[in-house]
């Protein structure tokens, strides 16, 4: 039997799983936690501030009753501190890390004969005034909610705008290197597949960003593939 269509109201389970989740504190990041513990999987909320953190995940177990939410503090402009989050996970493994960018890092794991999957994945056009309320981390007033009506016939809101992100997470069928984003346009929508085309797909620029990271991190990040 073919698959069941994607539902993103009705998230396959996925208790027994780790997700780190950078910036999980606040915008699309958070919904996309919000999502992922609604599934049962572990998420780790990596951001610098714990108080917003706190925030997060008392807003989270809210919608979520049971949910197992936790915090890393990591800051990803300051390399030590990276090393030290990574030493303070706690966990055996992770499953999946929602972060920026990685079209480029999937060519390189492919052929080094990595099983880690590196997908891509945008949100569209996201607004706040489109967003519903999750206090204290997000407040929509009335009147934001009123003026954010007409934009909604192109835009949509961060809850929708983590869709993608969810998908990629959850969805067995995801292939490293793909990219996903809204149906409509790109810009709103269901999550689906798209063509990796323009920079995305561009190998020496890909190459000369990889030794520009290497060089400016002083880490050589192939050592570590495989």
């Known amino acids: 039997m073919p698959p069941a269509p994607w539902d993103v109201r009705r998230l396959p389970r996925a208790e027994g799983r780790n997700v780190l989740v950078t910036g999980g504190n606040a915008g699309i990041g958070y919904f996309v936690a919000e999502q992922l513990a609604g599934t ?14 706190e925030a997060a995940r008392a807003s989270i177990r809210a919608r979520v009753p049971g949910a197992n939410v936790r915090h890393l503090r990591l800051d990803l402009a300051h390399l030590p501190s990276v090393e030290a989050s990574a030493g303070a996970l706690g966990l055996d493994r992770l ?8 079209v480029l890092l999937d060519r390189r794991l492919s052929a080094a004969g990595s099983t880690t999957l590196s997908v891509v994945v945008h949100p569209g056009g996201a607004l706040d005034s489109l967003t519903p309320s ?6 929509r007033t009335t009147g934001e909610r009123l003026r954010g009506l007409p934009a909604g016939l192109l835009l949509q809101g961060k809850e929708a705008a983590a869709w993608p992100a969810v998908r990629a997470v959850l969805d067995p069928s995801v292939r490293g290197g793909q990219l996903w984003g809204p149906r409509v ?5 269901l999550p ?27 880490l050589d990040p192939s050592s570590n593939l495989g």
């Open 40 to 53: 049962g999987a572990t998420v780790v909320l990596a951001c610098r501030d714990p108080a917003k953190a």
């Open 95 to 102: 499953d999946a890390v929602v972060c920026n960018a990685g």
């Open 134 to 139: 999750r206090p204290p981390v997000h407040l």
């Open 185 to 189: 346009f790109g810009i709103r929508g």
């Open 192 to 218: 689906v597949l798209e063509r990796v085309q323009g920079h995305l797909a561009d190998t020496v620029l890909a190459a000369r960003l990889w030794t520009a990271t290497a060089g400016l991190t002083g």
